[in-house]
């Protein structure tokens, strides 16, 4: 039986107000939980969170479970239990289609490890619909990227990412061990796109390398036998940051033995090699995306949706799309007008605040209310170099912006993860979460190696 067959929209039966939220990241598993506790356990409406995956992982730790310096199992949250502990439901599938008409989506068959199909295609109705898809990795058409250089959009990337990383060091050791030879072809990481994900990744992977010295896994020089190459378009590292923590970023970088490739376009990935726009022919072993993101491709071919050239999802300032008010999008899927010219960056605090915007709108809409429209309010950036620190910009009163570096950087850049994770669980499940970590960290080694 599919779900349209138990779930009808109730635009034709006295059911409550159906909504489904499609995509489980920070914004969509934020609206799914605060929806589900303020209407869910009431019974003033019905909350259905839809995600390919069973499980919900922040995204702004990739770069930590990339270079191996957490186990993201232990970070992940399970859908199924969310979803009994605060009043929703979940289903798991990917979106296929839409049906505007008959206020239906389709969503993907599930499979087990060995392709048997575990749930069938499925359609579920709506009331009300939001798509919190996130965004996808954006290769502009580089020859050669999409085959040759990995994305970092998941938990699965991260760690396709970080074998490949053990790998190399595992061919370089053993090239030393029986040639003999004190110096060996530096294993080659080039990483594409010096924004934050880039630029934290750099930081981290250096870390790693050291930690992975210490641990005598390798006998391989952390400094001479590595190259970690960040490579930008743009002039400056952090591009879209003030000058000020761009300079002090790249001098970060420069310390950490980073070489920093600007001005640089990358015009061809190979397995061996990353070719640029000024003829270099740079070595390269590992090869990671993450210069530029867009929305998924399924939302080019939806029924009616207005999307921009990167497949985002054109929006009014109440988030709802331009041609649907039954329909709703946050976060990096969504091109949202900003107060100022353009629309909102794809950032985790945008999501965050348009999700906590939607769990009040969406309430309002259920009792016939008018909705509000949303506004962002810029909390400042940080970004992240492992042990060295954290920099940053801060907004406070007055919309003021100070720069931050030190330790207070560093304990707000931790503390934003965490009320990430009480947002969704609560106070005492975080507090419990956050003790458990610190537990661990203590009893484990701070590097995965295996």
């Known amino acids: 039986m599919t779900s349209i067959d138990r779930h009808t929209a109730s635009s034709t039966h006295t059911a409550p107000h159906r909504i489904v939220v499609v995509g489980g990241g920070v914004g969509g598993l934020g609206l799914a939980t605060r929806l589900g506790e303020s209407l869910g356990k009431s019974g003033h409406a019905q909350v259905v969170l839809v995600d390919r995956s069973p499980t919900h992982f922040w995204k702004p730790l990739l770069h930590e479970a990339a270079s191996g310096q957490i186990d993201p199992a232990t970070h992940q949250l399970q859908f199924a239990v969310q979803a009994r502990r605060h009043g929703f439901e979940f289903e798991q599938g990917a979106l296929q289609s839409l049906d505007r008409a008959q206020r239906h989506i389709t969503i993907s068959a599930t499979c087990d490890d060995n392709g048997r199909e575990v749930l069938p295609a499925r359609r579920i109705a709506f009331d009300t619909l939001v798509f919190a898809l996130g965004s996808v990795t954006n290769y502009f058409g580089v020859k050669g990227a999409e085959q040759h250089a990995l994305p970092l959009e998941s938990v699965t ?10 790998d190399a060091c595992t061919r370089a050791n053993h090239v030393r061990r029986v040639s003999g030879a004190q110096h060996v072809q530096p294993v080659s990481i080039n990483i594409v796109g010096a924004g934050a994900t880039g630029v934290e990744l750099a930081a981290a992977l250096r870390d790693s390398i050291r930690l992975m010295h210490r641990y005598s896994l390798f006998a391989l020089d952390p400094e001479r036998d590595f190259r970690i190459r960040l490579i930008e378009g743009t002039e400056r590292v952090l591009p879209a940051l003030s000058q000020r923590i761009s300079a002090r970023a790249q001098r970060i970088l420069s310390g950490l033995g980073v070489e920093v490739l600007t001005t640089t376009r990358v015009t061809e990935v190979r397995a061996d090699a ?14 990671i995306w993450t210069a530029g993101i867009a929305g998924p491709p399924v939302l080019r071919v939806l029924d009616g949706i207005d999307v921009n050239r990167n497949a985002q999802v054109l929006v009014t300032r109440t988030l709802q799309t331009t041609n649907d008010a ?20 794809p950032r985790a605090q945008v999501a965050h605040q348009q999700a906590m915007f939607l769990a009040r709108a969406l309430k309002c809409r259920v009792g016939g209310e008018a909705l509000p429209e949303f506004t962002y309010r810029d909390a400042g950036t940080l970004v992240g170099f492992g042990d ?11 919309e003021r912006t100070v720069f931050v570096d030190g330790w207070l950087a560093t304990v707000v850049y931790r503390l934003i993860y965490r009320r990430h994770v009480m947002t969704v669980t609560g106070f005492a499940r975080m507090a419990l979460d956050t003790a458990s970590q610190w537990l661990r960290r203590r009893a484990h080694p701070v590097i995965r190696l295996h």
């Open 157 to 166: 990337h991260a760690e396709s990412f970080r074998r490949k990383l053990l």
């Open 326 to 345: 039954n329909i709703f999008a946050l976060g990096d899927c969504a091109a949202c007008p900003s107060h100022a010219d353009g629309f909102l960056a």
């Open 388 to 398: 060295v620190g954290t920099i940053g910009s801060l907004s406070g009163l007055r």
């Open 274 to 287: 990353v070719l640029t726009h000024d003829g270099q022919h740079l070595p390269s072993d590992i090869a």
